[in-house]
């Protein structure tokens, strides 16, 4: 099973700072089969990037994502108030499909 | 816009089966995509359960596959989560979703989500 650690745990950053979000595999994820969620309070996680560094449909081009082999990035490049929320990355390359523990990107 | 709507008993005993159902709107599971199961237990993170295709294949975790039955109904255009032998561990907000197609085949991220369904395991 790859083990997905994600760092920090918790971000506290101000609007319009960058945020840089890293996503490190206990073993190689091939063919970057990688991807990156948001979840706010009480609603379902959102798809915000797969293959590592391609948008999903709607997501702002302040979101990108970067990496291969074992180490991944989520930069968002100016924090706007709704992108407070927790961040989690998931590798689809092996069975079982594994997420990280997420980090929260939190108001300073 | 495709839309996905879970349903079933907010309240299962241990040792009982879990029984979910997810109405799809705005497509029909008979046209394809992947259509799978996510939970997250209260202030915890995410663990897949498993998708399935109309087709036949499937991506299971492992580690709930022998408790874990998936269906579709094509005909109510809904698909479905059996998991059986429950214990307090199982306790979880239940997510379904349809997957994004990708070259992983069976096991690819989820681009549309349920608002989820919180089932708690109690006697």
């Known amino acids: 099973e790859i083990v997905l650690t994600q760092s920090p745990g918790t971000l506290s950053l101000s609007p319009g700072e960058r945020a840089t979000l890293s996503c490190r595999a206990s073993?190689?994820?091939?063919?970057?089969?990688l991807a990156w969620y948001q979840q706010k309070p009480g609603q379902a996680p959102r798809l915000l990037i797969y293959g590592a560094s391609s948008r999903a449909t709607d997501i702002p081009d302040r979101f990108s994502g970067s990496g291969s082999g074992t180490d991944f990035t989520l930069t968002i490049s100016r924090l706007e108030p709704e992108d407070f929320a927790v961040y989690y990355c998931?590798?689809?390359?092996?069975?079982?499909?594994?997420f990280g523990g997420g980090t929260k990107v939190e108001i300073k | 816009q495709v839309q996905l709507q879970e349903s079933g008993p907010g309240l299962v005993k241990p040792s009982e089966t879990l029984s979910l159902t997810c109405a799809v709107s705005g497509y029909s599971l008979s046209n394809g995509y992947h259509w799978g199961w996510i939970r997250q237990p209260p202030g915890k993170g995410l663990e897949w359960i498993g998708s399935?295709?109309?087709?036949?294949?499937?991506c299971y975790n492992p580690s709930l596959q022998s408790r874990v039955t998936l269906s579709l109904d094509t005909s109510e255009n809904q698909f479905s989560l059996k998991l059986s032998s429950v214990t307090a561990a199982d306790t979880a907000v239940y997510y379904c979703t349809r997957l994004r197609p990708c070259s992983a085949g069976s096991c690819c991220p989820p681009d549309y989500w349920g608002q989820g369904t919180l089932v708690t395991v109690s006697s």
């Open positions: 399935i295709y109309h087709a036949g294949s499937s």
């Open positions: 073993q190689t994820v091939s063919n970057k089969y």
């Open positions: 998931q590798q689809y390359v092996n069975s079982p499909l594994t």
